[in-house]
């Protein structure tokens, strides 16, 4: 979400700047563009903690905790104040502050349902319209129908001002796109400066992630610190000890022959796994688009084990045509880490499994820095 945010705020801070500039003859819309990414500075605030190795002392701050209403009053209070010291009036700054705040906000709750818990602390329950079904198609950095309904927002709202305002609406638009464009530019430093790995450049959108040809949901994280080969392992976590339903990694489906025998295998470490059932990795066979056919799985049992690899070796149908891997927890709990998945045709050694030791972030060059 690291264009559509800009976008976004851009378009909002371009008719909101009008109507204010209508009523007092004031433009701090600036303000929404400089705070669109504000929220999302929880992944810096934990990334340092992190570094410094100061999670021993508090817990650690997840990406989404800095989304509602008390980091929305906080950040607009301070912003007014520091804005205050320039001679800016503190009811402009506190306002178009919280305007960029909650923009953020509510352009992540367009791409989710349920987002986060944006009226906490008053309620810890998530909410979200779920408008766009948010997949990173444009080269890995964007959503293409996110970022173009943005964009004919932001050219809407400047055709209206500039109609308008005339010339000096124009003026005023062409001063917010070239902040945006600079906010654009120095965010890149930043994450460069605190050296946030490619855990953390995931595009990550509320309880969905992506890595390139596999995404992930609630419960399952992209691991850096505990692997079986390279930097890199999936990881799912269910904590406590009440039997739940956990969240799935899921491949790309994968084409492949009928009647034709295939070793599927994947490596897999547990800690502290229990309830009804194992933690496992599933590859489902199917008929085109469509049909399910069959499920078989590599399930790595209770307790705590190290690195472990289970092959096994199946006849796909007549009728199969596609298959892909996805791994879970199904009514259980504790922790699942999971590596180098493998399927091959039988004698032959070409993995069919793209990206099967989870090295890779999205393929670009720019990834969205930002989850939300």
Known sequence: MLFEHLIYSTAIAIIAGMLWFKRTGRDPSWIIIASAFAPDFDIVAGELLKKLDLNIFTTPISHGDFHNIAFLLLFATAAALVLRLAGMRFGDSFLFAGIGWGA??????????????????????????GLFDYKPDLYGIAS???LVV???LMVFFGGIRAF?????????????VGIAAAIMIL???VFSILDIGAGEKVNFIS????IYKWSFTQNASWDSTVFHSGKYSAKIDIRGNESKISGVWTSEEV???????????????TYGAGGTSSPAVRIVEREGDIKALRQTNLEFGKGSNDWTMIKIKFITFDNTSRIYVYANIWKGYGT???????????GTYDNLIDNSGFEEPLKSNFISIFEN
């Not at 308008?164 to 917010?176: C, Q, V």
């Not at 309880?207 to 992506?210: A, I, M, N, S």
């Not at 699942?336 to 045709?345: G, I, S």
């Open 336 to 346: 699942f880490w999971f590596d180098d998945v493998e399927l091959y045709e039988n």
């Open 150 to 152: 943005g964009v004919i």
């Open 255 to 269: 084409s492949v022959k009928p009647n034709t025998s295939y070793i599927f295998s994947a490596w897999g470490k």
């Open 144 to 146: 293409t129908d996110v």
């Open 187 to 189: 965010m890149v430093p």
């Open 207 to 210: 309880d969905k992630g992506y």
């Open 104 to 129: 953020h906000m509510f352009e992540d709750a367009l791409i989710a349902n349920p987002a986060y818990a944006f009226f906490w602390p008053i309620s810890e329950q998530k909410f979200g319209i």
């Open 164 to 176: 308008y305002e005339g010339k000096g609406g124009i003026r005023r638009i062409a001063r917010m």
